[in-house]
């Protein structure tokens, strides 16, 4: 796995002075000689405004497909950013992506952990970190995340996930990992009609398709939980525990499918 051909995507829904410190962090986590693609879908976004993030890389874009432009190209929603930006770097030398959210950051070991597992393990698919979780308000470590698979019976291989025990189990957490841009492309990427359980929908197709995930046993992400107007805290006020599971019914139903096929929720009819 050659540092030229590994990117770190790092999709921004909207921007504001208030969460540059936070871009910055994770910024500075991403060694410089990773291509940093920084993906912005707020219309109103100049380049300018987010050039600061580059300052320490020694390669990386910045790109608004939303800016100077009439019509939106994508939305602003965290799975149509990260398939643009995935869908921009086909064709480019780069083979392999990380996704980073921008107010989490990498533990700096995570990286040579990832290579050493490469080398050895050639044919997976996507590798996955153990994930700290963090509050964001309080900076306390609330618990870990991803350890699931080195329990001795959850998957018929210890350390993968596989798509008889995501049958039973969903709760993962994607960001901090790294993606091979081919197999991304192979298993058609994320749903981006899917409000919840995308990612969970996205392995389960993963593996339907025989591409392996595999969860390296090291400490690679720190991902921070209850910050007012993330994505989590925003879907946990819009949405009731009925919808949440229609989200999760359809996951299994939908795996199978390659293409999105942009089923709705209708509270009236399900």
Not at 228 to 247: F, G, I, Y
Request: net charge negative; proline share 3%; aromatic share 16%.
């Amino acid at each position: 796995m050659e540092d030229k051909k590994v990117s770190v995507i790092i999709p921004i829904h909207e921007y504001n002075d208030d969460m540059k410190e936070m871009v910055m962090r994770a910024v500075k986590s991403v060694p410089s000689e990773y291509f940093l693609y920084v993906i912005c879908g707020n219309p109103e976004i100049s380049s300018d405004d987010l050039s600061f993030m580059l300052e320490e890389h020694q390669l990386g874009a910045v790109v608004s497909p939303n800016y100077g432009k009439k019509v939106a190209v994508v939305s602003s929603s965290f799975s149509s950013l990260v398939n643009y930006a995935f869908e921009e770097l086909k064709g480019s030398d780069i083979e392999w992506s990380y996704i980073l959210e921008y107010d989490d950051e990498f533990n700096s070991l995570w990286f040579d952990e990832v290579k050493r597992e490469h080398t050895d393990k050639p044919d997976v698919s996507v590798f996955m970190p153990l994930t700290e979780i963090v509050d964001f308000e309080s900076g306390k470590f609330l618990s870990y995340g991803n350890e699931a698979p080195w329990a001795s019976s959850f998957s018929n291989e210890i350390g993968y996930i596989d798509n008889e025990s995501l049958q039973q189990f969903f709760d993962f957490y994607l960001t901090g990992s790294i993606f091979n841009l081919r197999d991304w492309t192979y298993v058609g990427g994320l749903k981006e009609s899917f409000k919840l359980t995308f990612w969970y929908e996205f392995l389960l197709r993963l593996t339907h398709n025989d591409k392996k995930a595999y969860v390296i046993p090291k400490l690679g992400y720190k991902h921070y939980v209850n910050r007012p107007n993330s994505l989590h805290m925003n879907v946990a006020k819009e949405m009731d525990a009925e919808e949440s599971q229609w989200w999760y019914n359809l996951a299994l139903e939908e795996y199978t499918y390659k293409k999105d096929r942009k089923k709705e929720y209708n509270k009236e009819n399900n």
